[in-house]
């Protein structure tokens, strides 16, 4: 039999659901947040999911989503549903489009790439060439980048 | 292909490298007959090598000379304004404001690539880092055409610094536009071919093989393409005085080939190719060389005027 975890409804902020199973955590460093604000958070992992089979799901109080936190999201959880909450309501469902370009976001690992050559007008730029797994390719220089170092750019570190 | 860019050998088609190999073919006959050529009269290519470079840069040189037109070379960094501490996009920007096409080479990797996205004349490519090297590739090939008839259906050996070094990496991506019998490549276990490259001839359908050995494939071979294994590549002296040896190109070795093998190499050669393979029949490197005018003719006057 199978038993429903309850977690109250919040009244204003995001939840942000199909996060591929495990990477709540990662999804939660991406917001900087770390449960210190002092917000109401509720994060849930490795259920069971229709549409993935597993997935993790991250409730925030208090917090909207900037373009950029959207966009990096989306590179880890491709199939992430974004809930807009007000007054209790989801007010907008937002589902997360991998793009087939990213701009500006991450570092290529090549050091003798183009783009960290420092003082040069230029921001790094990547093909999206799968999405699962992850691999984006440096659209100067040909390296790529895969999932474990795309999340440790993004998370800053611990991966 | 007028306005393009040429930044890698994969961005063209074998039918516009057929068409460039045809312009070629009429470049050569008329540089053979001293017919003088006022095709890019008028016209001024900028070459900035912030790398060194001997056979590119004079042979880019020469075709826009033997084309008619004219060309300005960006002086070494110590006395330009790079030394004042000019970026490369500033330093770009202003050659693209004085000439109609400019050529690159750089030490770092995309150099070209960002280029050619500042500038509004065309941008090609001389080599940038261990990436790419496209004209070089189209000499290669073309030599091949020249010296055999056609560049389907052979068998080919690349030997060298597959890894590294770019006129490999450029001579071998320009193969799988067309349709090899079979690639051997052959290198040290260290320098062995990247695996983005086993990729594309892998999707296009190029029968290859890894080789760590010259001798065991040698009599396969219809044109063997030599290249240089640089001694800063290996950490170790030692290993790679170990190492070079089995990668030297001699007359003994070429005992074992067949006759009508076409030995190519993009020059400069230290000792991986003995001189005592100059005077014999495989030697058509110093040719290929040569037609690096030709063909940079034909690129030029197709980019500049279609």
Known sequence: ?159 | MKGKDVLAILDFSRQELETLFDEADLMLSALERGRSLRVLEGYVMATAFFEPSTRTKLSFQTAMLRLGGSYIDLPPEEVSSRAKGENLADTIRMLDSYADVIVIRHRVEGAARFAAEIAAHPVINGGDGTRDHPTQAMIDLYTVRRALGAIDGLAYGVLGDLKYGRAARSFILGLSLFRPKKVYLISPPQLACRRDVLEVLEERGVEYEEASSLASVIGELDVLYVTRIQRERFPDPAEYEKVRGSYRVSLEVLKGAKEGLVVLHPLPRVDELAFDVDGTKHAWYFTQAAFGVPVRMALLKLLLKG
């Open chain 1, 1 to 159: 039999m199978e038993r429903e975890l309850r977690v109250s409804k919040i009244r204003e902020g995001t939840v942000i659901d199909h996060i591929d199973a495990g990477r709540a955590l990662h999804v939660l460093r991406i917001l900087g947040l770390t449960g210190a604000e002092g917000l109401t958070i509720a994060v849930v992992m490795n259920v069971p999911s229709q549409k993935l089979g597993k997935k993790d799901i991250v409730k925030v109080e208090g917090v909207e989503l900037e373009e950029e936190q959207v966009s990096k999201i989306a590179l880890i959880a491709p199939s992430a549903t974004i809930n807009i909450i007000k007054n209790y309501e989801v007010v907008e469902k937002v589902k997360v489009r991998v793009p087939s370009i990213v701009e500006g976001l991450l570092k290529c690992a090549n050091p003798n790439c183009v783009t960290n050559m420092p003082r040069e007008p230029i921001k790094s730029r990547f093909k999206v060439a799968s999405v699962r797994p992850l691999k984006l390719v440096c659209e100067y220089c040909g390296t790529e980048l895969n999932h474990d170092d795309v999340i440790k750019q993004l998370t800053g570190g611990a991966a």
